[in-house]
T-cell receptor, first 108, second 114 residues
Framework: RKEVEQDPGPFNVPEGATVAFNCTYS??????FFWYRQDCRKEPKLLMS???SGNEDGRFTAQLNRASQYISLLIRDSKLSDSATYLC?????????FGQGTELSVKP | NAGVTQTPKFQVLKTGQSMTLQCAQD?????MYWYRQDPGMGLRLIYY???????DKGEVPNGYNVSRLNKREFSLRLESAAPSQTSVYFC?????????????FGPGTRLTVT
């Protein structure tokens, strides 16, 4: 099993839709979870941290489910500008590990 | 405030040539990292430097060397480039190594080895 797994997508959704991605991890001791956003051929940029109690930033909600070993990112009222690849990052086994990313395409 | 800068942005090398990728950050971060990103492989850590004067191997260090010149600068050297090193290379920095502090990335260097 990979240390970190994400569905590569693409997730094709209409504008205004709600969409959610998961990122599963294999090391139960993993910590320090983040979501990054990467636009085509650009550098990853921090989107938000993921706290144990869950956290929200505008239209974005991040949650951690330790029992099932995954983090999630929920985007409400999707905008065309949300089209990007979303990468999860965590610290597991003393290493910083990125997922492969989930591609989101928001259509008019 | 430039954040993390990388040079060059693009480079084409022939097999066997050498080159150095430069990275600098102006955020007074202790830790710096080099990643490569290939289609379907995500970001893979090549080397990192927890602080000035220290460097450690990451997941895919073979074929690369690094130098932490000072707190600001962290360079990546390819001594004898191979086609398998064709990739996009990102430098990143963070305030604390392998901890909860977020990483900030440079714009990347797109390297093609023919």
């Amino acid at each position: 099993r990979k240390e970190v797994e994400q569905d590569p997508g693409p997730f094709n959704v209409p504008e205004g839709a709600t969409v959610a991605f998961n990122c599963t991890y294999s090391n139960s001791a993993s910590q320090s979870f983040f979501w990054y956003r990467q636009d085509c051929r650009k550098e990853p940029k921090l989107l938000m941290s993921v706290y144990s109690s869950g956290n929200e930033d505008g239209r974005f909600t991040a949650q951690l489910n330790r029992a099932s070993q995954y983090i999630s990112l929920l985007i409400r009222d999707s905008k065309l500008s949300d089209s990007a690849t979303y990468l999860c990052r965590l610290r597991g086994g003393g290493k910083l590990i990125f997922g492969q990313g989930t591609e989101l395409s928001v259509k008019p | 405030n430039a954040g993390v800068t990388q040079t060059p942005k693009f480079q084409v090398l022939k097999t066997g040539q050498s080159m150095t990728l430069q990275c600098a950050q102006d955020m007074n971060h202790n830790s710096m990292y080099w990643y490569r990103q290939d289609p379907g492989m995500g970001l893979r850590l090549i080397y990192y430097s927890a602080s000035e004067g220290t460097t450690d191997k990451g997941e895919v260090p073979n074929g690369y060397n690094v130098s932490r010149l000072n707190k600001r600068e962290f360079s990546l050297r390819l001594e004898s480039a191979a086609p398998s090193q064709t990739s996009v290379y990102f430098c990143a920095s963070s305030a604390v190594t392998l901890n909860s502090y977020e990483q900030y990335f440079g714009p990347g260097t797109r390297l093609t080895v023919t």
